[in-house]
């Protein structure tokens, strides 16, 4: 076999098929990660939900996968909370979470009942109250608080450090002040509270501080207020594999420290343990998605460095030049040849940041030949954009060796679709 076979396919008959660039997601592998939530978390631990971040890569068909395997979801925005509710996702299931809800947004959340809706500032409770008493509805909530911590990852994907655009900082004024007007509300009911403090963290260190800086606070509202914390989202953030130096660790490594640390805290203030609530998304899909390219222009700088040049880049995967995100890539019609030149992938945007991969080792290629760029599942159809009027690639979902096609790939038209 020459070339590359992934989740049971040969890629470069897919290639072949769907045309490039391609993006393709391994549903066995969604699966396991998803079973794994079910199996080590879940079933091992009592009182306690998982919901899917789907920001990390959303379509109709993953929200289907996710409601299968009895994972809840959480959204970010109207539009992903619309294609939950078009795939007929169970909105008791789903968490809003946002640092800026837009009223329509809201007024959609609550009018189709969301299980929850995390809120980041004080005020977005005014707005809240407001819309469930116009919808005479009944709303539940959690604060997202900002525990004030660094994170060890690229400044771009920390979040729960005090200066931070997400969630309540944890200053005595603003506490009390949100737990003051929380206390008030009528159709609005406080729940407990979520924090989530950043992305592709290789270690538990944070989530474990974070625990300490969560328990203190639910005792200081216990005794100052007297309000039961009933559910602790302690959100997501568990690192996959990337390249070399970066690795996923199972659920358990993150889940069970978690548990362990919520367990002795409680213990230790005499307080009842909440509902845990997990939230990964990089990790249940990063892994599961790979994307193809074909190689086109081929520009040797003598002596410097040699450009290999694909048929997507930024708009289709746009990390790297966001927060140079590391990936690694092969030529997937030549999986066995010797890897002879160290080449740099270039995009084909009108950018010269739009660069893929630096110092990428492959043997010797030419126009036609295909690269997959590996752990694209995560971040990449979700964050593509239509830059330099490009179209987006269709996604193919690889479900035990047979491939279908879940979106088309956007023709020049669709491009076209609102210009008036
Ligand atoms: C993005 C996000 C997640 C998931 O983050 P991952 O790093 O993909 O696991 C979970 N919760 C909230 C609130 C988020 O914004």
């Known amino acids: 076999m020459k070339n590359l076979m ?13 045309k490039t660039p391609l993006y393709i997601m391994s549903e066995d592998y969604i699966v396991e990660r998803l079973r794994e939530i079910k199996n080590d978390f879940l079933n091992r ?21 996710v409601h299968r395997e009895g994972i809840g979801m959480d959204v970010v925005s109207g539009g992903e909370l619309y294609t939950a509710m078009k795939a007929e996702f169970p909105m008791e299931d789903i968490i809003f979470h946002g640092n800026n809800k837009t009223i329509d947004e809201l007024e959609l959340a609550i009018e189709n009942n969301v299980g929850r809706i995390v809120v980041d500032h004080i005020e977005e409770m005014d707005l809240i109250e407001e819309i469930a008493k ?60 979520h924090f989530h403090i950043g992305s ?11 625990i300490d800086i969560m328990t203190k606070l639910m005792k200081k509202v216990k005794d100052e207020y007297g309000f039961i914390t009933k559910e602790l989202n302690t959100g997501g953030g568990y690192g996959i594999h990337y390249s070399e130096d970066e690795h996923r660790k199972p659920l358990s490594y993150y889940t069970d420290s ?23 998304g ?5 892994e599961a998605g790979m994307t193809i390219y074909s190689i086109g222009a081929i520009k040797e700088i003598p002596g410097i460095r040699t450009y290999i040049s694909i048929d997507g880049g930024m708009p289709d995967n ?11 890539g092969v030529i997937i019609n030549k999986i066995h040849e010797e890897p002879t030149e160290i080449v740099t992938i270039a995009g084909k945007c009108c950018e010269s940041g739009d660069i893929l991969i630096w110092d990428l080792k492959i043997p010797k290629v030419e126009r036609g030949d295909f690269l997959g760029v590996l752990s694209t599942g995560a971040y990449n159809y979700s964050m593509s954009s239509n830059y330099n009027r490009i179209p987006r690639p269709a996604v193919v979902m690889i479900t035990e060796g047979k491939d279908r096609l879940i979106v088309k ?12």
């Open 200 to 210: 592709q963290l290789s270690d538990n260190e944070n989530h474990i501080k974070a």
């Open 45 to 65: 631990h009592e009182k306690t939900r998982a919901v899917y971040a789907s920001k990390a890569f959303l379509t109709k068909e993953m929200a289907r996968i």
């Open 318 to 328: 746009p990390r790297p030049s966001l927060y140079e995100a590391k990936y690694e």
């Open 6 to 18: 992934f989740a049971g396919c040969d890629i470069v008959k897919l290639a072949e098929k769907y």
């Open 282 to 286: 990089r990790w249940v899909v990063g």
């Open 258 to 280: 978690i548990m362990i640390e919520i367990e002795k805290q409680c213990k230790s203030y005499d307080l009842e343990r909440p509902l845990i609530i997990i939230e990964p």
């Open 409 to 420: 790939r956007e023709t020049y038209d669709d491009i076209l679709r609102n210009d008036l």
């Open 134 to 193: 116009e919808k005479n509805k009944k709303v539940y909530i959690l604060f997202r608080i900002s525990p004030g911590l660094e994170s060890d990852t690229h400044k771009y994907i920390q979040t729960g450090q005090v200066d931070s655009k997400f969630g309540i900082p944890l200053t005595e004024k603003t506490i009390s002040s949100a737990m003051e007007k929380a206390l008030n509300l009528e159709f609005t009911e406080l729940l407990g509270f």
